[in-house]
């Protein structure tokens, strides 16, 4: 009897060990070949990020919505225009430790219902109130637990890519965003070198942070995020523990000297993690689709070429995440809440390499709020959600990302 027994219930473990779904985390990993060359693998299988910034604010919604908390989940709808492009990579801006469950779910059903990857970003407090001061231990503290609570939560999820930590934070050394000091950095007379000295306090801190996160998750690679090139000889002394560089860069149409000054300033794969045009001629005072279209068509071009997927054995780029997947009508005048349902054809910063409207009053050519791939209409469908209608250079990179590609053997 006592036999039987036994046998019933390893019975019934061994079923459950059969049928039960598990979740089993992708090995995700980054080799370098003889030439110098960098090739993405997702469980031994060379991977190219294709990939688009997710934040699909509504019409009439601003920087505090949140779509992890949004009932009609938009992403099952996004999603499916998604893989009908050939994303196979989304990338998150933020997340909290308290919405963990939210992000794992999030997670799960973009790779189980479309195939496709989630990189999960940290701003590593950046827009905080108030802002982080990254030379004060116990900012530094808070941050880390933060993080690393998210890495514990979301570290087994099949569809996790990779981490990034930071986006542009490296513009606040010099105080042009979130400005930081400390009575150490004031000391010091010459300014630039007050710049370096901020540099080296926050990629330390970066440093830090990949350290303890490897120590937890072995799988997926850490990226450092970069606004450009800038500081990144700096990073190169003391991020020892960064797998990849997360750079973005808005050089027009072309990236120009950049894969190569990075592979001399700090020799790491290269993860074009923001680039981009928005849609919207501010000299002409028109929509631009097309020359959007152009633009990003380029842009990517310039991704490839720098690839080992197209033959260049030097190659130190793994992909890109363009931003964003659809238009944000709340991002000119971000405070005033009536201008959210306004598609604002106003610009609020300037670019010359965006050449084609920057005869515009004042210079200012870039328009935030028209960035998106995918533009919303104020109609919205049988779930609630503002349509969706995909611009023109959606379909050009559909053309390009579903078309079958074999990289060559690294």
Same mark, same amino acid.
């Given at each position: 009897?006592?036999?039987?027994?036994?046998?019933?219930?390893?019975?019934?473990?061994?079923?459950?060990? @059969?049928?039960?779904?598990?979740? *089993?985390? &992708?090995?995700?990993?980054?080799? #370098?070949?003889?030439?110098?060359?960098?090739? =993405?693998?997702? !469980?031994?299988?060379?991977?190219?990020?294709?990939?688009?910034?997710?934040?699909?604010?509504?019409?009439?919604?601003?920087?505090?919505?949140?779509?992890?908390?949004?009932?009609?989940?938009?992403?099952?709808?996004?999603?499916? =225009?998604?893989?009908?492009?050939?994303?196979?990579?989304?990338?998150?801006?933020?997340?909290?430790?308290?919405?963990?469950?939210?992000?794992?779910?999030?997670?799960?059903?973009?790779?189980?219902?479309?195939?496709?990857?989630?990189?999960?970003?940290?701003?590593?407090?950046?827009?905080?109130?108030?802002?982080?001061?990254?030379? !004060?231990?116990?900012?530094?503290?808070?941050?880390?637990?933060?993080?690393?609570?998210?890495?514990? &939560? =979301?570290?087994?999820?099949?569809?996790?890519?990779?981490?990034?930590?930071?986006?542009?934070?490296?513009?606040?050394?010099?105080?042009?965003?979130?400005?930081?000091?400390?009575?150490? *950095?004031? #000391?010091?007379?010459?300014?630039?070198?007050?710049?370096?000295?901020? &540099?080296?306090?926050?990629?330390?801190?970066?440093?830090?942070?990949?350290?303890?996160?490897?120590?937890? !998750?072995?799988?997926?690679?850490?990226?450092?995020?970069?606004?450009?090139?800038?500081?990144?000889?700096?990073?190169?002394?003391?991020?020892?523990?960064?797998?990849?560089?997360?750079?973005?860069?808005?050089?027009?149409?072309?990236?120009?000297?950049?894969?190569?000054?990075?592979?001399?300033?700090?020799?790491?794969? *290269?993860?074009?993690?923001?680039?981009?045009?928005?849609?919207?001629?501010?000299?002409?005072?028109?929509?631009?689709?097309?020359?959007?279209?152009?633009? @990003?068509? +380029?842009?990517?071009?310039?991704?490839?070429?720098?690839?080992?997927?197209?033959?260049? #054995?030097?190659?130190?780029?793994?992909?890109?995440?363009?931003?964003?997947?659809?238009?944000?009508?709340?991002?000119?005048?971000?405070?005033?809440?009536?201008?959210?349902?306004?598609?604002?054809?106003?610009?609020?910063?300037?670019?010359?390499?965006?050449?084609?409207?920057?005869?515009?009053?004042?210079?200012?050519?870039?328009?935030?709020?028209?960035?998106?791939?995918?533009?919303? +209409?104020?109609?919205?469908?049988?779930?609630?959600?503002?349509?969706?209608?995909?611009?023109?250079?959606?379909? @050009?990179?559909?053309?390009?990302?579903?078309?079958?590609?074999?990289?060559?053997?690294?």
């Amino acid at each position: 009897m006592k036999n039987k027994d036994i046998l019933f219930k390893a019975a019934i473990i061994f079923s459950c060990l @059969i049928f039960s779904p598990l979740i *089993i985390s &992708a090995k995700v990993t980054i080799q #370098k070949n003889s030439q110098g060359g960098y090739q =993405l693998y997702v !469980d031994k299988r060379p991977f190219l990020i294709k990939g688009v910034i997710y934040n699909p604010t509504p019409v009439c919604s601003g920087y505090d919505y949140v779509f992890l908390n949004d009932p009609k989940k938009p992403w099952l709808v996004d999603g499916k =225009l998604m893989k009908e492009m050939g994303v196979n990579v989304v990338r998150i801006y933020s997340c909290s430790s308290a919405q963990w469950g939210k992000i794992k779910e999030f997670i799960r059903d973009m790779y189980n219902n479309f195939g496709i990857y989630t990189i999960v970003s940290d701003w590593i407090g950046l827009w905080d109130k108030p802002s982080p001061n990254y030379a !004060d231990r116990e900012s530094r503290e808070r941050i880390k637990m933060n993080i690393l609570k998210i890495v514990k &939560a =979301l570290k087994d999820e099949e569809g996790l890519l990779m981490w990034i930590l930071g986006n542009e934070n490296n513009y606040t050394f010099s105080g042009k965003i979130a400005f930081w000091t400390s009575p150490e *950095i004031e #000391k010091i007379p010459d300014l630039y070198k007050r710049v370096l000295k901020r &540099a080296e306090i926050y990629y330390s801190f970066v440093d830090e942070l990949a350290k303890e996160i490897k120590k937890i !998750d072995s799988n997926h690679p850490v990226a450092l995020g970069n606004g450009e090139v800038s500081t990144l000889d700096v990073a190169s002394r003391v991020c020892k523990n960064i797998d990849t560089l997360a750079i973005i860069s808005y050089r027009g149409k072309r990236f120009g000297n950049l894969f190569e000054n990075i592979r001399y300033a700090f020799d790491k794969p *290269i993860l074009i993690s923001e680039f981009g045009c928005d849609s919207y001629d501010a000299y002409q005072n028109r929509e631009a689709e097309d020359i959007q279209a152009e633009y @990003i068509q +380029l842009q990517w071009k310039s991704i490839f070429e720098n690839t080992i997927f197209c033959g260049n #054995k030097r190659g130190n780029c793994i992909g890109g995440t363009l931003f964003e997947w659809s238009d944000e009508w709340w991002k000119y005048n971000e405070g005033y809440t009536p201008d959210w349902c306004i598609h604002n054809p106003e610009a609020g910063w300037s670019n010359g390499s965006y050449y084609f409207d920057i005869k515009a009053k004042d210079n200012l050519n870039m328009n935030e709020e028209w960035f998106g791939i995918v533009k919303l +209409l104020e109609e919205k469908d049988e779930k609630g959600l503002n349509r969706r209608v995909p611009k023109k250079v959606y379909y @050009i990179l559909k053309d390009i990302w579903t078309k079958p590609f074999y990289p060559p053997p690294s």
